[in-house]
């Protein structure tokens, strides 16, 4: 069973940056796909980005040219800058490997 345990989030003023990391236990394969999806209060949950085994990555509009993802082994990264407050919602961490794993969410909010 695959776990995924979150880290990084917390408050940011606009234009600031943060780092969300996410690490993977209880396999020992590389994950096909790990990735990043968040929801905002009174929305649904919505994709940012994911990165592939591979490294082939893919993002959201709304992040591109501000977020990166990465990854080292079953571990993965989103760097976060140029913040505003519209990025303010629980970030999960999602990964695909014959099924669909979920984090349990870390909080970024931004605001000044």
């Known amino acids: 069973q695959v776990q995924l345990v979150e880290s990084g989030g917390g408050l940011a003023q606009p234009g600031g940056s943060l780092r969300l990391s996410c690490a993977a236990s209880?396999?020992?394969?590389?994950?096909?796909?790990m990735g990043w999806y968040r929801q905002a209060p009174g929305k649904e949950r919505e994709f940012v980005a994911r990165?592939?085994?591979?490294?082939i990555t893919n993002d959201a509009d709304s992040v591109k040219g501000r977020f990166s993802i990465s990854r080292d082994k079953n571990t993965v990264y989103l760097q976060m800058n140029r913040l505003k407050p519209e990025d303010t919602a629980v970030y999960y961490c999602?990964?695909?490997?014959?099924?669909?794993?979920w984090g349990q969410g870390t909080q970024v909010t931004v605001s000044s």
């Open positions: 999602h990964a695909y490997h014959g099924n669909q794993y």
């Open positions: 209880g396999i020992i394969f590389s994950i096909n796909t």
């Open positions: 990165i592939s085994s591979s490294g």
